[in-house]
C-alpha cells in the first residue's frame, strides 16, 4: 500500500475519532448556550486558529478571490447547511433518531459517488457498507429509538442534513485535488464562521437577548469544550477529511464516519460513567468489520483483476 494511501487512511480513522469525541463535549455545554452561538463562537475560533499560521508566514495561501466564489457551494453544504438543518431538525426528533438517518450518509454517499464520480462499488463493498450502517441503527433500534412517523418535517431536516453531507464529501473529492488541503479547510471554516456569526446576531437581535451571548463564557466547561470543538473537531477534522477525500474514494471516507458512533458510544462509558451493555458490543463489530470490509474489498477486487490480466498477458507472449 503506498505512502500517500496510508496516511489518507490515518487521516480518516483520526478525524473519527474526533468527530466521535465531539459528541460528548456538545453534550456537556448543549443547555449553556444557543445552538448557533456554539457554531458561531466554534467556527469564528477555528478560523483565527488557522489564521495565526498565515499572519507568522508559517504557511502561505494559494487561494485567490474567483476561488473564494468557487467554494461556496462546499461551505453552504457543510457545515452551513449541514448543521442548520440538523438543528431544525432536533428540535422535534430525538438525538436517538439523527444518528440512525446520519448514518444512512455512506449510502447516499456510494450512490452518489457512482453516477457523479463514476466510483463503482462490487458486491462486497455493498454488502460491508451495508453491515456498518446497520450496526449503527442497530444500537439505537435496540436501545428502544424507533424512528416516529408522526414528525416527518423533522425527520425530513435530519435527511436534508445527512444528504447535504453526501454531496460536499462528492464536491470534496472531485475538487480536492485542486486545491492544498490546509487552502481548502481555511476558505469552508471562514465561509462557515461569517454564516453561523451573522445566524447568532440575527436571532439575539430579534429575540432582544443580546446580552446573553457573552454569559456562557464565564463557565470553564464552555470554555475547554468549545477549545476542543474549534482545535479539533473543526479545524483537524476538516483538515483531515479533505486530506483523506484528495487519495480515497467519497465511499470509503464516507463509510469511516460510523466509527464516529462507536467512538462517542466508547467515550460516553469511560469519560460520561454511561453503561455499555451486549448491544453496544454487537453494533460496534458490525460497524468494525463493515468498515474494514468495505475499503478491504475494493483491494480484493483490484488484485482480482490484475491477476487476470497478467494470466491474459502471460498467454500472448
Do not use: C
Not at 475547554?224 to 479533505?242: D, E, P, R, T, W
Not at 465511499?251 to 462507536?262: A, G, M, Q
Amino acid at each position: 500500500m503506498r505512502t500517500g494511501i496510508k496516511m489518507a487512511y490515518a487521516a480518516a480513522i483520526t478525524y473519527s475519532i474526533l468527530i466521535g469525541l465531539s459528541f460528548m463535549f456538545v453534550k456537556l455545554i448543549v443547555h449553556t448556550a444557543s445552538a448557533f452561538d456554539i457554531l458561531a463562537v466554534r467556527f469564528l475560533l477555528s478560523l483565527v486558529m488557522l489564521t495565526i499560521p498565515i499572519l507568522f508566514g508559517w504557511i502561505k495561501l494559494q487561494i485567490k478571490l474567483k476561488d473564494i466564489f468557487r467554494l461556496i457551494p462546499l461551505a453552504v453544504l457543510y457545515p452551513i447547511f449541514f448543521f442548520t438543518f440538523q438543528t431544525w431538525g432536533l428540535l422535534g426528533a430525538t438525538s436517538a433518531e439523527g444518528g440512525i438517518i446520519q448514518a444512512t450518509a455512506p449510502i447516499f454517499t456510494a450512490v452518489l459517488a457512482a453516477f457523479v464520480l463514476n466510483e463503482k462499488t462490487n458486491l462486497w463493498q455493498k454488502l460491508f457498507l451495508i453491515l456498518s450502517v446497520g450496526g449503527v441503527i442497530f444500537i439505537f433500534v435496540m436501545q428502544g429509538s424507533a424512528i416516529s412517523i408522526g414528525h416527518l418535517g423533522s425527520i425530513g431536516f435530519l435527511l436534508l442534513s445527512t444528504f447535504s453531507f453526501a454531496v460536499y464529501t462528492i464536491l470534496v473529492r472531485r475538487i480536492g485535488q485542486t486545491y492544498k488541503s490546509y487552502d481548502l479547510s481555511y476558505v469552508i471554516i471562514m465561509l462557515a464562521s461569517i454564516s453561523f456569526i451573522i445566524i447568532s446576531m440575527v436571532e439575539h437581535v430579534l429575540s432582544g437577548t443580546m446580552d446573553e451571548i457573552v454569559k456562557p463564557f464565564y463557565q470553564p466547561i464552555y470554555l475547554y469544550s468549545i477549545f476542543y470543538l474549534a482545535a479539533f473537531s473543526s479545524v483537524s477534522s476538516i483538515l483531515l477529511s479533505n486530506y483523506a477525500l484528495s487519495k480515497l474514494e467519497a465511499y470509503k471516507v464516507s463509510v469511516f464516519n460510523n466509527l464516529s458512533t462507536l467512538v462517542s458510544i466508547l467515550a460516553g462509558v469511560v469519560f460520561l460513567n454511561e453503561p455499555i451493555t451486549s448491544v453496544h458490543v454487537i453494533g460496534a463489530f458490525m460497524i468494525i468489520v463493515g468498515v474494514v470490509g468495505t475499503n478491504l474489498a475494493g483491494q480484493w477486487s483490484r488484485r482480482s483483476e490484475l491477476t487476470i490480466k497478467n494470466e491474459k498477458g502471460d498467454s500472448y507472449e
